[in-house]
Protein backbone atom coordinates (compact mmCIF):
# COMPACT_ATOMS: atom_id res chain seq x y z
CA UNK A 1 0.00 0.00 0.00
CA UNK A 2 1.23 3.67 -0.80
CA UNK A 3 2.10 5.66 1.91
CA UNK A 4 0.07 8.74 2.02
CA UNK A 5 2.11 12.04 3.40
CA UNK A 6 -1.16 13.54 4.97
CA UNK A 7 -1.37 10.55 7.49
CA UNK A 8 1.33 11.87 9.59
CA UNK A 9 -0.46 15.25 10.19
CA UNK A 10 -3.96 13.06 9.95
CA UNK A 11 -2.74 10.87 13.38
CA UNK A 12 -1.39 14.12 14.97
CA UNK A 13 -4.83 16.03 14.73
CA UNK A 14 -7.01 13.00 15.41
CA UNK A 15 -4.44 12.85 19.08
CA UNK A 16 -4.92 16.19 19.69
CA UNK A 17 -8.31 18.10 18.07
CA UNK A 18 -11.95 16.48 19.39
CA UNK A 19 -12.67 16.13 15.32
CA UNK A 20 -11.03 15.71 12.08
CA UNK A 21 -12.32 16.93 8.77
CA UNK A 22 -10.48 15.00 5.77
CA UNK A 23 -11.41 16.48 2.74
CA UNK A 24 -9.99 16.38 -0.78
CA UNK A 25 -11.60 15.49 -4.37
CA UNK A 26 -13.74 12.37 -4.94
CA UNK A 27 -11.92 8.91 -5.43
CA UNK A 28 -8.48 10.72 -4.34
CA UNK A 29 -7.84 7.78 -1.52
CA UNK A 30 -9.84 9.42 1.62
CA UNK A 31 -11.37 6.38 2.76
CA UNK A 32 -8.11 4.14 2.14
CA UNK A 33 -6.13 6.44 3.90
CA UNK A 34 -8.76 6.48 6.83
CA UNK A 35 -9.19 2.60 7.07
CA UNK A 36 -5.53 2.71 6.84
CA UNK A 37 -4.93 4.26 10.32
CA UNK A 38 -2.98 1.11 12.19
CA UNK A 39 -3.88 1.59 16.17
CA UNK A 40 -6.67 3.50 16.29
CA UNK A 41 -10.11 2.17 17.25
CA UNK A 42 -13.27 3.60 14.90
CA UNK A 43 -16.15 2.78 13.39
CA UNK A 44 -17.17 3.27 10.31
CA UNK A 45 -20.06 4.68 8.82
CA UNK A 46 -20.82 5.94 5.09
CA UNK A 47 -23.54 7.85 3.86
CA UNK A 48 -23.03 6.64 0.18
CA UNK A 49 -25.17 4.43 1.83
CA UNK A 50 -28.99 5.27 1.34
CA UNK A 51 -30.19 3.32 4.55
CA UNK A 52 -27.59 5.14 6.44
CA UNK A 53 -27.99 8.49 4.82
CA UNK A 54 -31.43 8.44 5.38
CA UNK A 55 -31.02 7.21 9.42
CA UNK A 56 -28.81 10.17 9.70
CA UNK A 57 -31.23 12.90 8.74
CA UNK A 58 -33.74 11.59 10.23
CA UNK A 59 -32.12 11.01 13.85
CA UNK A 60 -28.94 12.79 14.00
CA UNK A 61 -28.47 12.64 17.61
CA UNK A 62 -28.96 9.04 17.40
CA UNK A 63 -26.58 8.82 14.27
CA UNK A 64 -23.34 10.55 15.44
CA UNK A 65 -23.53 8.63 19.16
CA UNK A 66 -20.37 6.93 20.47
CA UNK A 67 -21.52 4.46 23.23
CA UNK A 68 -18.25 2.16 22.60
CA UNK A 69 -16.20 5.33 22.49
CA UNK A 70 -14.50 4.56 19.01
CA UNK A 71 -13.83 7.24 16.96
CA UNK A 72 -16.32 7.77 14.17
CA UNK A 73 -15.68 8.35 11.10
CA UNK A 74 -18.69 9.37 8.71
CA UNK A 75 -17.30 9.30 5.18
CA UNK A 76 -19.43 11.35 2.59
CA UNK A 77 -20.65 13.53 5.34
CA UNK A 78 -21.59 16.69 2.97
CA UNK A 79 -24.43 14.18 1.92
CA UNK A 80 -26.11 14.65 5.64
CA UNK A 81 -24.98 18.18 6.74
CA UNK A 82 -27.78 18.00 9.24
CA UNK A 83 -24.96 15.99 11.62
CA UNK A 84 -23.14 19.00 12.33
CA UNK A 85 -25.28 20.79 14.64
CA UNK A 86 -25.40 17.34 16.73
CA UNK A 87 -21.88 17.44 16.58
CA UNK A 88 -21.41 20.35 17.62
CA UNK A 89 -23.36 19.66 20.96
CA UNK A 90 -21.25 16.64 21.59
CA UNK A 91 -18.25 18.41 21.04
CA UNK A 92 -18.65 21.27 23.42
CA UNK A 93 -19.93 18.59 26.38
CA UNK A 94 -16.79 16.04 25.75
CA UNK A 95 -13.81 17.65 25.27
CA UNK A 96 -11.77 14.12 24.65
CA UNK A 97 -9.26 14.05 21.50
CA UNK A 98 -10.19 12.17 18.28
CA UNK A 99 -13.99 11.50 18.77
CA UNK A 100 -14.96 12.04 14.91
CA UNK A 101 -13.28 11.85 11.82
CA UNK A 102 -15.50 13.56 8.55
CA UNK A 103 -14.35 12.68 5.38
CA UNK A 104 -15.51 13.81 2.07
CA UNK A 105 -15.71 16.34 -0.54
CA UNK A 106 -16.34 19.84 0.43
CA UNK A 107 -19.23 21.71 -1.11
CA UNK A 108 -20.34 25.59 -0.19
CA UNK A 109 -23.44 24.97 1.83
CA UNK A 110 -21.37 22.43 3.82
CA UNK A 111 -18.31 24.61 4.08
CA UNK A 112 -20.36 27.52 5.55
CA UNK A 113 -22.02 25.16 7.59
CA UNK A 114 -18.12 24.10 8.87
CA UNK A 115 -17.11 27.34 9.70
CA UNK A 116 -20.23 28.40 10.87
CA UNK A 117 -21.04 25.44 13.29
CA UNK A 118 -17.38 23.77 14.04
CA UNK A 119 -14.94 26.25 14.31
CA UNK A 120 -12.11 25.86 16.18
CA UNK A 121 -13.03 22.74 16.82
CA UNK A 122 -12.81 20.61 14.14
CA UNK A 123 -8.94 20.14 12.03
CA UNK A 124 -9.41 20.43 8.48
CA UNK A 125 -7.14 18.23 5.93
CA UNK A 126 -6.95 18.38 2.33
CA UNK A 127 -5.68 15.15 0.74
CA UNK A 128 -4.54 15.68 -2.93
CA UNK A 129 -4.49 12.95 -5.60
CA UNK A 130 -1.08 11.12 -5.80
CA UNK A 131 2.41 12.79 -6.00
CA UNK A 132 5.05 11.38 -7.73
CA UNK A 133 6.73 11.85 -4.36
CA UNK A 134 4.37 9.40 -2.36
CA UNK A 135 4.72 7.05 -5.12
CA UNK A 136 8.42 7.19 -4.91
CA UNK A 137 8.47 6.37 -1.40
CA UNK A 138 9.86 9.94 -0.73
CA UNK A 139 9.40 12.49 2.33
CA UNK A 140 8.09 15.46 0.78
CA UNK A 141 10.98 17.57 1.52
CA UNK A 142 11.63 19.52 -1.49
CA UNK A 143 10.37 22.54 -0.24
CA UNK A 144 12.17 22.96 2.92
CA UNK A 145 15.55 21.97 0.76
CA UNK A 146 15.00 24.69 -1.84
CA UNK A 147 14.32 27.22 1.45
CA UNK A 148 17.86 25.99 2.56
CA UNK A 149 19.73 25.72 -0.59
CA UNK A 150 20.51 22.21 -0.13
CA UNK A 151 20.07 20.27 -3.89
CA UNK A 152 22.63 17.71 -3.17
CA UNK A 153 21.79 14.04 -3.32
CA UNK A 154 20.85 11.21 -5.78
CA UNK A 155 17.25 11.20 -7.67
CA UNK A 156 16.30 9.26 -10.81
CA UNK A 157 15.92 11.72 -13.74
CA UNK A 158 12.89 12.97 -15.49
CA UNK A 159 13.17 13.96 -19.15
CA UNK A 160 10.23 15.86 -20.90
CA UNK A 161 8.40 12.52 -21.95
CA UNK A 162 8.71 11.05 -18.78
CA UNK A 163 6.99 13.86 -16.99
CA UNK A 164 4.16 14.11 -19.92
CA UNK A 165 3.38 10.37 -19.34
CA UNK A 166 2.51 11.27 -15.27
CA UNK A 167 0.96 14.48 -16.25
CA UNK A 168 -1.45 11.88 -18.48
CA UNK A 169 -0.98 9.17 -15.45
CA UNK A 170 -2.38 11.83 -12.92
CA UNK A 171 -2.69 11.17 -9.56
CA UNK A 172 -5.67 9.43 -8.64
CA UNK A 173 -5.31 5.78 -7.65
CA UNK A 174 -7.22 3.83 -9.32
CA UNK A 175 -6.18 4.53 -12.64
CA UNK A 176 -2.73 4.20 -11.79
CA UNK A 177 -2.53 0.66 -13.83
CA UNK A 178 -4.61 1.38 -16.63
CA UNK A 179 -4.26 1.39 -20.33
CA UNK A 180 -4.34 4.99 -22.02
CA UNK A 181 -7.64 4.24 -23.35
CA UNK A 182 -9.01 2.79 -20.10
CA UNK A 183 -7.82 5.99 -18.31
CA UNK A 184 -9.36 8.42 -20.41
CA UNK A 185 -12.65 7.03 -20.30
CA UNK A 186 -12.11 7.20 -16.57
CA UNK A 187 -11.58 10.09 -16.54
CA UNK A 188 -14.52 11.49 -18.93
CA UNK A 189 -16.90 9.07 -16.78
CA UNK A 190 -15.41 10.90 -13.62
CA UNK A 191 -16.14 14.14 -14.49
CA UNK A 192 -19.46 13.72 -16.03
CA UNK A 193 -20.75 11.74 -12.74
CA UNK A 194 -19.41 14.93 -10.60
CA UNK A 195 -21.42 17.14 -12.57
CA UNK A 196 -24.35 15.14 -13.34
CA UNK A 197 -24.35 13.58 -9.44
CA UNK A 198 -22.47 15.03 -7.20
CA UNK A 199 -22.78 18.71 -8.02
CA UNK A 200 -26.50 18.79 -6.58
CA UNK A 201 -24.28 17.93 -3.13
CA UNK A 202 -22.29 21.38 -3.72
CA UNK A 203 -25.34 23.99 -5.18
CA UNK A 204 -28.20 24.53 -6.93
CA UNK A 205 -26.57 24.51 -10.41
CA UNK A 206 -28.62 22.54 -13.28
CA UNK A 207 -27.53 23.34 -16.42
CA UNK A 208 -24.66 20.95 -16.46
CA UNK A 209 -24.30 21.11 -19.97
CA UNK A 210 -23.18 24.27 -19.77
CA UNK A 211 -21.07 23.91 -16.78
CA UNK A 212 -19.72 21.08 -18.50
CA UNK A 213 -18.12 23.66 -21.45
CA UNK A 214 -16.96 25.55 -18.76
CA UNK A 215 -14.73 22.78 -17.46
CA UNK A 216 -13.26 21.61 -20.73
CA UNK A 217 -12.82 25.98 -21.54
CA UNK A 218 -10.70 26.05 -17.65
CA UNK A 219 -9.29 22.94 -18.57
CA UNK A 220 -7.71 24.60 -22.19
CA UNK A 221 -6.50 26.99 -20.06
CA UNK A 222 -4.75 25.36 -17.17
CA UNK A 223 -1.60 27.49 -16.13
CA UNK A 224 -2.93 30.09 -17.88
CA UNK A 225 -3.82 33.46 -17.56
CA UNK A 226 -7.76 34.65 -19.02
CA UNK A 227 -9.85 37.62 -19.02
CA UNK A 228 -13.20 36.55 -17.65
CA UNK A 229 -15.14 38.50 -20.27
CA UNK A 230 -13.60 36.04 -22.77
CA UNK A 231 -14.97 33.15 -20.56
CA UNK A 232 -18.31 34.76 -20.59
CA UNK A 233 -18.71 35.16 -24.25
CA UNK A 234 -17.88 31.41 -24.68
CA UNK A 235 -19.68 30.06 -22.60
CA UNK A 236 -22.62 32.32 -23.50
CA UNK A 237 -22.99 32.79 -19.45
CA UNK A 238 -23.23 36.29 -17.54
CA UNK A 239 -20.73 37.17 -14.91
CA UNK A 240 -22.51 36.38 -11.98
CA UNK A 241 -23.20 32.87 -13.58
CA UNK A 242 -19.45 32.47 -14.18
CA UNK A 243 -18.31 33.30 -10.66
CA UNK A 244 -20.96 30.68 -9.50
CA UNK A 245 -19.95 27.97 -11.68
CA UNK A 246 -15.87 28.59 -10.99
CA UNK A 247 -17.13 28.34 -7.12
CA UNK A 248 -18.69 24.96 -7.25
CA UNK A 249 -15.55 23.89 -9.75
CA UNK A 250 -13.30 24.80 -6.85
CA UNK A 251 -15.62 23.23 -4.36
CA UNK A 252 -15.42 19.80 -6.27
CA UNK A 253 -11.64 20.53 -6.24
CA UNK A 254 -11.50 20.41 -10.09
CA UNK A 255 -9.52 23.81 -9.90
CA UNK A 256 -7.24 25.43 -7.88
CA UNK A 257 -7.20 29.13 -8.21
CA UNK A 258 -3.70 30.10 -7.44
CA UNK A 259 -3.65 34.24 -5.98
CA UNK A 260 -1.17 37.00 -7.17
CA UNK A 261 1.94 37.85 -4.84
CA UNK A 262 2.19 41.49 -3.46
CA UNK A 263 4.20 43.12 -1.45
CA UNK A 264 1.12 43.95 0.82
CA UNK A 265 -2.62 43.12 1.60
CA UNK A 266 -3.32 46.25 0.01
CA UNK A 267 -1.75 45.73 -3.13
CA UNK A 268 -3.52 42.39 -3.51
CA UNK A 269 -7.08 43.80 -4.63
CA UNK A 270 -7.11 43.63 -8.05
CA UNK A 271 -4.23 41.52 -9.01
CA UNK A 272 -5.41 38.34 -11.32
CA UNK A 273 -5.52 34.60 -10.10
CA UNK A 274 -4.26 32.19 -12.00
CA UNK A 275 -6.48 28.74 -12.21
CA UNK A 276 -4.87 25.33 -12.88
CA UNK A 277 -6.21 21.89 -13.12
CA UNK A 278 -6.46 19.99 -9.10
CA UNK A 279 -4.72 17.12 -11.50
CA UNK A 280 -3.15 17.28 -14.45
CA UNK A 281 -4.84 13.76 -15.77
CA UNK A 282 -8.05 15.74 -15.80
CA UNK A 283 -6.73 18.41 -18.09
CA UNK A 284 -5.25 15.60 -20.66
CA UNK A 285 -7.43 12.86 -20.46
CA UNK A 286 -10.88 15.02 -20.85
CA UNK A 287 -9.49 16.85 -23.60
CA UNK A 288 -8.34 13.90 -25.64
CA UNK A 289 -4.93 14.66 -26.39
CA UNK A 290 -2.74 12.26 -27.05
CA UNK A 291 1.20 12.21 -25.47
CA UNK A 292 3.16 12.47 -28.94
CA UNK A 293 0.81 14.87 -30.16
CA UNK A 294 1.46 17.29 -27.00
CA UNK A 295 4.82 16.51 -26.71
CA UNK A 296 5.18 18.33 -29.79
CA UNK A 297 3.31 20.83 -28.98
CA UNK A 298 4.98 23.76 -27.17
CA UNK A 299 1.83 25.22 -25.55
CA UNK A 300 0.04 21.96 -25.10
CA UNK A 301 3.18 20.19 -23.10
CA UNK A 302 3.96 24.02 -21.48
CA UNK A 303 0.69 24.81 -19.54
CA UNK A 304 0.57 20.44 -18.80
CA UNK A 305 3.96 20.36 -17.43
CA UNK A 306 3.26 23.50 -15.14
CA UNK A 307 0.14 22.12 -14.36
CA UNK A 308 2.40 18.77 -13.17
CA UNK A 309 4.63 20.82 -11.49
CA UNK A 310 2.01 22.51 -9.28
CA UNK A 311 -0.07 19.67 -8.28
CA UNK A 312 3.35 18.09 -6.74
CA UNK A 313 4.34 21.19 -5.46
CA UNK A 314 0.51 21.60 -3.88
CA UNK A 315 1.09 18.19 -2.16
CA UNK A 316 4.23 19.24 -0.82
CA UNK A 317 3.41 22.35 0.52
CA UNK A 318 -0.23 20.85 2.20
CA UNK A 319 2.14 19.28 4.11
CA UNK A 320 2.84 22.12 6.15
CA UNK A 321 1.30 25.42 7.01
CA UNK A 322 4.40 27.02 6.67
CA UNK A 323 4.39 27.85 2.92
CA UNK A 324 1.91 29.47 0.96
CA UNK A 325 1.79 29.37 -2.99
CA UNK A 326 1.44 32.48 -5.22
CA UNK A 327 2.47 33.84 -8.74
CA UNK A 328 3.53 36.78 -10.12
CA UNK A 329 2.68 38.93 -13.06
CA UNK A 330 2.94 42.71 -14.35
CA UNK A 331 1.97 45.42 -16.76
CA UNK A 332 5.91 45.48 -17.75
CA UNK A 333 5.36 41.52 -18.73
CA UNK A 334 7.59 40.20 -15.70
CA UNK A 335 6.24 37.12 -14.79
CA UNK A 336 7.47 33.88 -12.56
CA UNK A 337 5.52 30.74 -12.61
CA UNK A 338 5.46 30.50 -8.81
CA UNK A 339 6.37 32.17 -5.40
CA UNK A 340 6.43 30.16 -2.52
CA UNK A 341 6.53 32.17 1.13
CA UNK A 342 7.82 30.58 4.62
CA UNK A 343 6.88 31.84 8.07
CA UNK A 344 10.29 33.22 8.10
CA UNK A 345 8.89 35.66 5.07
CA UNK A 346 11.77 34.02 2.32
CA UNK A 347 10.94 33.55 -0.75
CA UNK A 348 11.32 30.86 -3.50
CA UNK A 349 10.98 31.69 -7.16
CA UNK A 350 10.16 28.86 -9.01
CA UNK A 351 10.02 28.80 -13.04
CA UNK A 352 9.21 25.40 -15.01
CA UNK A 353 10.32 24.85 -18.21
CA UNK A 354 9.39 21.76 -20.04
CA UNK A 355 13.06 21.31 -21.91
CA UNK A 356 16.17 20.47 -21.05
CA UNK A 357 18.43 23.25 -22.15
CA UNK A 358 18.45 26.23 -20.39
CA UNK A 359 20.67 29.46 -20.20
CA UNK A 360 20.85 33.00 -17.98
CA UNK A 361 17.77 33.96 -20.67
CA UNK A 362 15.40 31.53 -18.60
CA UNK A 363 16.58 33.60 -15.11
CA UNK A 364 15.95 36.76 -16.23
CA UNK A 365 12.15 37.62 -14.24
CA UNK A 366 13.55 35.77 -10.88
CA UNK A 367 16.99 38.07 -11.07
CA UNK A 368 14.82 41.04 -11.93
CA UNK A 369 12.58 40.12 -9.24
CA UNK A 370 15.40 39.54 -6.96
CA UNK A 371 16.65 43.21 -7.20
CA UNK A 372 13.67 44.84 -7.66
CA UNK A 373 10.69 43.53 -5.36
CA UNK A 374 11.80 41.14 -2.73
CA UNK A 375 12.63 42.28 0.60
CA UNK A 376 13.88 39.32 2.13
CA UNK A 377 15.99 36.49 1.43
CA UNK A 378 15.03 35.07 -2.47
CA UNK A 379 16.01 32.03 -4.12
CA UNK A 380 15.18 31.40 -7.72
CA UNK A 381 15.32 28.26 -9.21
CA UNK A 382 14.36 26.91 -12.42
CA UNK A 383 12.50 23.57 -12.41
CA UNK A 384 13.82 21.46 -15.99
CA UNK A 385 14.09 18.25 -17.24
CA UNK A 386 17.55 18.13 -17.63
CA UNK A 387 19.61 15.80 -14.72
CA UNK A 388 21.96 18.15 -13.26
CA UNK A 389 21.62 20.75 -10.81
CA UNK A 390 23.69 23.79 -11.84
CA UNK A 391 24.29 27.37 -10.41
CA UNK A 392 23.20 30.27 -12.28
CA UNK A 393 25.35 32.94 -9.91
CA UNK A 394 24.47 33.66 -6.10
CA UNK A 395 21.29 32.22 -4.89
CA UNK A 396 19.75 31.39 -8.39
CA UNK A 397 19.63 27.59 -9.60
CA UNK A 398 19.09 25.26 -13.01
CA UNK A 399 17.03 22.23 -10.22
CA UNK A 400 15.84 18.97 -12.30
CA UNK A 401 12.10 18.20 -11.85
CA UNK A 402 12.85 14.94 -10.72
CA UNK A 403 13.86 16.44 -7.30
CA UNK A 404 10.60 17.13 -6.49
CA UNK A 405 10.04 13.60 -5.68
CA UNK A 406 12.72 13.48 -2.41
Not at 95 to 120: E, H, I, N, P
Not at 318 to 343: A, C, M, P, W
Not at 380 to 391: F, M, N, P, W
Amino acid sequence: MIKRWQESNLRMALETRRGVHLTGARQCGKTTLSASLSGIDFRYLSLDVPALRHAAVADPDGFIARPDGKTLVVDEVQKAPEILDAIKIRLDRDGSKGQYLLTGSSSLRFAKMVKDSLAGRLATIRLRTLALGELKGGSGNFLKRAFLRDFTGGFDQLDKRMVIHLAFQGGYPETLDFSPKARKGWYRDYVDDLLMKDIRDVTEIRKTEALLKVVDWMLAYTAKFFDRKTLCTAAQLSGVTIDNYLGALGALYLFDAVPAWAGSDYAKIGKRVKYFASDPGLVANQLGWKEEQVYLDGDRSGKLVETWVYHELAAISGLNQEYTITQYRDSDKHEIDFIVENDDRDLLGIEVKAGSNLGPEDFKHLKWFSANMSKSRFTGIVLYTGKDVLRFGEGFYAVPMAMLAV
